[in-house]
C-alpha cells in the first residue's frame, strides 16, 4: 500500500496500482466508490483496455512502477505539495501503447460535478484532477468504449438526481469532460495522452474513421503526461487550484495583479459594433455612455488563415487598428475582435491560387492513371475519403483544388462530375500515382488547416494581439481545431500558443467546452446568441442552464449576447424595458453580457442615450455589489421586470415592474357603425398609480399611410384623449403626466401632445380599460397598449 498526501485528501494506492481510499485529512471519511475498479492509469492499445497487476514503491525516489499483464512498465513520479499531490510519467518500458489513461478515478460523491475544471463536490468536500501539459487532455479516448459504469450522458432523465442535473445540462460529450456521473451515483475524474507520433484511423469531430496524420515532437510522445489531484473544502477550491497554477507553471492570467476566475474584470459586459478607423472615436463614446470600458468588432477580417483586416474598415491595416486601439485606450476603452479561429475562408492565401501543403485532408489515396487538365473524371485507388459525409466534395491534387460531384459505386474507382481549378486555382495536367487528399471542410465555406499550418494561425493572431494592443478575443469556431485530428491537444496547443505571444491580460472566451487545461486560460464563456428572437426568448434557456455550467465549473457567469435592434418587418426597435430586463438578469446572476448594435443602430435609433444609460446604471450597481442574495434571487427570475434608477452617489431605486400583455384593437372586430373602440380587463398587482402606457399603430396588409385620430383611455371614471393624430410604425408613450410623447418606429422623438386631463389612476386590483379612437386609411391600422405599472421601490445603498 501507498499513501500520498494531496492537501486535506490522503490518497491509498493498493500493491495492484488501483486507487483504493481518497479521504479527508482526518480520516474519517472516504470518497472512492469502492464499488468499480479504480486504476491510477490504464494503458490502450488498439480497443484493448489493459489495468495494472502490480505496483511498487520506491520511497527513494519518489517513483512508483505499475506493472502490467502484457509486460508494460510505466513509472511515474509522485510528488506531495502543500495543498495538492503530482503524478507524472517519466517512462513506458516494453510496450508501446496507443494511449494513456488516467483513471477514471471512480468516487462517490456527486453533489455538483464539474466537467471542465475537473471538480466534484460532495458536501463541503471537493475533490480535483487537474491537467498540468498541454498533451494531458482532461477526457476519454473517443474511439474507445466507455467503461460499463459511466453515465450515458450527464444528465440522465427527466428527474433531478442527486446532483440536482437537469437535462438542460447536457452540455457535451463525454469524451471532452474530464468529471462525470457515474450510474447509481458517483462520479469519475479521468485525462489521457496519447502516442500521436503514430498514424491512425479514428473517430475525429463528425466523422467516426477518419485519417489522422503522425505528430513530431515531445508533446507526441506519451511520457511527460502529468496530472495534479487534490482535496479539499469547498471554499478552497479555487485557492488550491491557483496555488497549483503558480506551482506547476499552468497559465495564470491576472487582470490588474488579481488571478482572472477572481477578478471583476473577468465579467465585464462590452459592447459589439462594426467600428472602424474613421468611426471608433463614435464608437468610444458609445462605449462610455453605457459605463462600460471594452468595445469589440464582430468580424473584422477579409479572410480567416492570413486574417487580413477589412480595408474598408482598417485602410492600413494592422496599423490602422493599432490607432483605433490606442485612441480607445486614451479614453479607458479596451478594444477587442472576433475570430473563426482555425476555420480558413476560400479567398485566403493559404487557399488559393496555390493551396497550401498544410490543409487538412479527411484521407488521401493515388491517382490510377494520368488526367490531363480538362478530364472531368479522375480514377483512385481507395474511395473512403471521397465518400465521406462533409459539407462539400473538395480535393487537392498537388497545386490544383477540384470539385467533384460523387464517387463511382464500384471498382474502379472514379471521382465523376469534376470541376477542374476551383477557388481560384489552376488546371494542370496530373500523373499516375499523385495523390489525391479530399479536404476537410464546413458549410461555413471553409477549410481548415492541419496541426503544423494551425501554428501559423496562432502566431498570427497572438502577434496581432500583442502588436496592436487589443485585450478581448472570442475564439469562435473552436471546434474546427478538432479537424486536425488531435482532439483537445490540437485545441490546446492554438490556443496557448497565441496566449504565449499576447501576455496576460487579455479576457478571451470560446464557442465550445474546452480541454482542462485550457481552464486556467480562457477568462470566462459568454454562450447566448440573439439572432432570430425576442430579447426575452432569444436561447433562453440556454443561458439560464449555462449559468449552473459555470457554477460547478468555478467559471465567472456571463449571460452572452443581446441584440439593440433597429425596427424591421420581423422585429420592433429596442426598448427600454427589454434593455431593463436584461439588465435585472444580469445583476442576479452577477454575469456580464454584450450588447451587439452596428453603428448604423447606433445612430439611428432615437433611445440610444437612454437604453446606455440604463446599462450604466445597471453595471455600476451590479459591479459595486449592492444586490442583496434575496434580491439577486428576486431578479434571476425570467419573468419578472425591474427598473433601477439612481438616487444619489451609490445609492439606488429598485422598482418591481409588471409589463402587460398586448391590448389589441383592430377595427375588424367591429361591428357595422360602431365607433372605433375596445374593453379590456386588467389586473394591478400593485398600489394605485397613474396610467403608464405605449400605444402602437400597424399597418393592416401592408398599408403605411393609415393613422389613428383622437385616442383615447377611460377607466376608473377618468377619460384621457389625446388630441392628435398617430401614424403606422408610431408609438404614443404616456408615463403617467398629462402629456404624451410620440416617437418614429426607431423611437426618435417626433413631437409631445397634450391631453385633456390628467392621466387616470390605475386602481389596486382588477379593473376595465376602455379605448377608443378614430380609424382612418384603408385598410384600417390596427392598435397594440401595453400597460405598465410598478411597486413601491426598494432603497439600495453600497456599503
Not at 459504469?149 to 446532483?163: E, H, K, L, M, W
Not at 499516375?432 to 481548415?448: A, C, M, N, Q, T
Not at 499550418?453 to 493572431?461: A, K, V
Amino acid at each position: 500500500m501507498l499513501n500520498i498526501q494531496a492537501g486535506s485528501m490522503a490518497i491509498r494506492i493498493s500493491d495492484t496500482g488501483e486507487v483504493t481510499t481518497l479521504s479527508d485529512a482526518e480520516g474519517e471519511k472516504s470518497y472512492a466508490n469502492t464499488a468499480y475498479n479504480s486504476p491510477l492509469i490504464r494503458l490502450a492499445t488498439g480497443q484493448q483496455l489493459e489495468a495494472p497487476s502490480a505496483a511498487k514503491y520506491n520511497a527513494a525516489s519518489g517513483e512508483l512502477t505499475l506493472h502490467y499483464p502484457s509486460g508494460a512498465i510505466v513509472t511515474v513520479s509522485i510528488a506531495s505539495k502543500e495543498c495538492y499531490a503530482t503524478f507524472e510519467v517519466i517512462r513506458i518500458d516494453g510496450a508501446d501503447p496507443d494511449t494513456l489513461i488516467w483513471g477514471p478515478i471512480v468516487m462517490s460523491i456527486d453533489a455538483s460535478i464539474g466537467e471542465s475544471v475537473g471538480v466534484v463536490q460532495g458536501g463541503d468536500f471537493a475533490i480535483g484532477m487537474q491537467a498540468l501539459n498541454m498533451k494531458t487532455v482532461g477526457g476519454w479516448p473517443a474511439e474507445l468504449e466507455r467503461m460499463a459504469f459511466v453515465q450515458p450522458t450527464y444528465a440522465a432523465s427527466d428527474n433531478t438526481d442527486s446532483g440536482g442535473r437537469q437535462l438542460s445540462d447536457n452540455k457535451f460529450d463525454y469524451e471532452v469532460s474530464t468529471a462525470w456521473p457515474v450510474v447509481k451515483g458517483g462520479s469519475l475524474l479521468q485525462s489521457f495522452a496519447r502516442n500521436r507520433t503514430k498514424p491512425a484511423h479514428r473517430p475525429v469531430w463528425n466523422l467516426p474513421n477518419a485519417e489522422v496524420e503522425g505528430m513530431d515532437g515531445d508533446d507526441a510522445h506519451i511520457p511527460g503526461t502529468k496530472i495534479a489531484l487534490f482535496g479539499c473544502t469547498v471554499d478552497r477550491v479555487l485557492a488550491t487550484i491557483e496555488a497549483i497554477e503558480l506551482g506547476e507553471g499552468l497559465p495564470h492570467p491576472e487582470f490588474d495583479g488579481v488571478w482572472g476566475k477572481t477578478s471583476l474584470v473577468a465579467t465585464r459586459s462590452y459592447l459589439i459594433t462594426d467600428f472602424s478607423e474613421e468611426t471608433m472615436e463614435a464608437a468610444v463614446r458609445y462605449t462610455r455612455l453605457a459605463g462600460l470600458n471594452y468595445v469589440y468588432h464582430p468580424d473584422p477580417f477579409e479572410n480567416w488563415g492570413h486574417f487580413k483586416l477589412k480595408p474598408k474598415h482598417f485602410p492600413e491595416g494592422d496599423r490602422s487598428l493599432k490607432r483605433c486601439v490606442e485612441l480607445a485606450e486614451n479614453e479607458g476603452v479596451h478594444v477587442g475582435v472576433h475570430t473563426l479561429s482555425n476555420f480558413t475562408t476560400l479567398n485566403d492565401p493559404y487557399v488559393a491560387p496555390v493551396p497550401d501543403e498544410g490543409l487538412e485532408k479527411v484521407g488521401t489515396a493515388r491517382l490510377v492513371a494520368s488526367i490531363g487538365s480538362l478530364d472531368q473524371e479522375i480514377g483512385i485507388e481507395d474511395p473512403r475519403p471521397f465518400t465521406a459525409n462533409l459539407f462539400r466534395r473538395t480535393a487537392k491534387i498537388d497545386k490544383e483544388l477540384i470539385e467533384y460531384g460523387g464517387v463511382s459505386e464500384n471498382a474502379p474507382w472514379k471521382l465523376t462530375g469534376v470541376k477542374r481549378g476551383i477557388h481560384g486555382t489552376a488546371p494542370a495536367p496530373h500523373l499516375e500515382g499523385s495523390e489525391i487528399g479530399r479536404l476537410w471542410d464546413h458549410p461555413y465555406d471553409v477549410v481548415f488547416p492541419n496541426i503544423r499550418l494551425q501554428d501559423r494561425f496562432s502566431e498570427r493572431i497572438g502577434g496581432l494581439m500583442a502588436e496592436a494592443g487589443l485585450k478581448q478575443i472570442s475564439f469562435d469556431g473552436l471546434e474546427g481545431l478538432y479537424a486536425t485530428g488531435q482532439d483537445g491537444y490540437g485545441v490546446n496547443r492554438f490556443v496557448n500558443m497565441c496566449y504565449e505571444r499576447w501576455g496576460s491580460e487579455v479576457i478571451n472566451d470560446a464557442s465550445i467546452v474546452v480541454p482542462n487545461y485550457l481552464w486556467h486560460i480562457f477568462t470566462r464563456f459568454n454562450w447566448g446568441e440573439p439572432w432570430g428572437a425576442l430579447t426575452r426568448d432569444g436561447q433562453l434557456e440556454l443561458r439560464l442552464s449555462n449559468q449552473r455550467y459555470f457554477e460547478r465549473n468555478f467559471i465567472p457567469p456571463m449571460l452572452g449576447w443581446f441584440l439593440i435592434r433597429s425596427a424591421s418587418e420581423r422585429f420592433e426597435a429596442t426598448a427600454q424595458d427589454e434593455i431593463e430586463w436584461v439588465l435585472s438578469k444580469a445583476a442576479g446572476f452577477n454575469a456580464g453580457f454584450s450588447l451587439v448594435a452596428d453603428m448604423a443602430v447606433l445612430e439611428r435609433n432615437g433611445n440610444i442615450n437612454i437604453l446606455l444609460d440604463s446599462v450604466r446604471v445597471w453595471e455600476e450597481a451590479r459591479h459595486a455589489q449592492v444586490f442583496t442574495a434575496e434580491q439577486r434571487q428576486r431578479l434571476c427570475d425570467a419573468k419578472s421586470d425591474w427598473h433601477l434608477e439612481e438616487a444619489g452617489r451609490g445609492r439606488w431605486k429598485l422598482y418591481p415592474i409588471a409589463v402587460s400583455k398586448p391590448f389589441v384593437c383592430s377595427p375588424e372586430e367591429l361591428q357595422p357603425g360602431q365607433p372605433g373602440g375596445a374593453d379590456w380587463t386588467f389586473y394591478n398587482k400593485y398600489a394605485a398609480q397613474p396610467l403608464r402606457f405605449c400605444l402602437r399603430v400597424m399597418p393592416s396588409y401592408g398599408n403605411e399611410d393609415a393613422v389613428v385620430e383622437r385616442p383615447t383611455i377611460y377607466t376608473n371614471g377618468t377619460y384621457m384623449t389625446f388630441e392628435t393624430e398617430v401614424a403606422v410604425n408610431e408609438y404614443l408613450v404616456c408615463e403617467g403626466t398629462s402629456e404624451g410623447k410620440i416617437y418614429d418606429q426607431n423611437w426618435n422623438l417626433l413631437r409631445t401632445v397634450k391631453t385633456s386631463g390628467e392621466a387616470p389612476t390605475v386602481a389596486a386590483g382588477g379593473q376595465t380599460l376602455s379605448f377608443s379612437c378614430k380609424f382612418k386609411g384603408d385598410p384600417k391600422p390596427v392598435v397594440s397598449v401595453k400597460v405598465f405599472t410598478r411597486g413601491e421601490p426598494e432603497q439600495i445603498e453600497a456599503i
